[in-house]
């Protein structure tokens, strides 16, 4: 996974080789990896730290595609320090930004996901949290629509696994299972452990009933298989749902957990 510790330890070394040259021949790819490597380890400091520098650069370049990837990590870093009203301002200045295939070519040739539908599902997710459910779901519907017309499965399988949530909130067991079922069939298809995973645990939620011992048992090998790409981030959000499938200690040991990683 690309949040596994090999990874910081590849992006270190080319992270290195790259500050010793002027600031405008610094290698914004590299950076860009290194950023997302922290926000997967939930490390936000760093995530901070390092979109700020994104940020720094692109300003400094009449670069269209460094102007989208920089606002999509500083929009995203802001949405998991719980600083919402900025994320949305990132998130929103890609918006203008004609998405065009040579520019999308560019961005994908060091990002893993489509930066318009990203930041379009960040988007949604920030507006629920705000208070604005109708709005959310817009946005969740519109980034699965984008997904859907660029042909890219990686990029669908986020929009749909970050709509999960956004439904899950409101406690829509049937859209979530039918999001859920899209996101697994998808991510097994291409080998997406990370999706995978995130849509598993999703699918025992909305499939569990009042016996819960085989939504538990499902919950705690596909939160197994999720954490095996070396990810962080959401793993609270996880917790407190396994944590509705137990009961007394175990419950409490799971929301002490997830309390802990605030």
């Not at 600083?83 to 998405?99: F, N, Q, S, V, W």
């Not at 709509?163 to 039918?178: E, G, I, L, P, S």
Request: charged residues 20%; contains cysteine.
């Amino acid at each position: 996974g690309y949040a596994a510790p090999e990874v910081e330890a590849i992006y270190r070394r080319a992270m290195e080789t790259s500050t010793r040259l002027p600031q405008e021949k610094q290698s914004f790819a590299v950076l860009y990896g290194f950023w997302r490597f922290y926000l997967l380890r939930g490390d936000y400091a760093n995530a901070m730290t390092l979109s700020t520098q994104l940020l720094q650069i692109a300003e400094g370049r009449k670069d269209a595609a460094m102007h989208v990837t920089s606002n999509r990590a500083a929009g995203a870093t802001r949405f998991y320090m719980a600083r919402y009203k900025e994320g949305l301002a990132h998130l929103g200045r890609t918006a203008g930004i004609d998405p065009g295939d040579a520019l999308r070519k560019s961005i994908l040739s060091y990002d893993v996901v489509d930066p318009w539908v990203v930041n379009t599902a960040y988007s949604g997710m920030a507006l629920w949290i705000h208070g604005h459910p109708m709005a959310a779901m817009e946005q969740n519907d519109r980034a699965i629509a984008l997904a859907r017309q660029i042909n890219h499965p990686f990029t669908l399988a986020l929009a749909l696994c970050f709509a999960q949530w956004t439904h899950q909130f409101q406690r829509n067991r049937d859209r979530v299972h039918a999001l859920s079922t899209e996101a697994l069939t998808l991510s097994n298809r291409y080998g997406f452990t990370f999706w995978t995973g995130w849509a598993e645990i999703m699918l025992a939620w909305a499939e569990s009933g009042a016996d819960k011992a085989p939504s538990r048992q499902r919950m705690k090998g596909a939160l197994q298989l999720w954490q095996s790409t070396g990810s962080q981030l959401g793993r609270s959000y996880f917790q407190c749902l396994l944590a509705e499938q137990c009961d007394g200690a175990e419950a409490r040991l799971l929301l002490e957990a997830a309390d802990a990683l605030h």
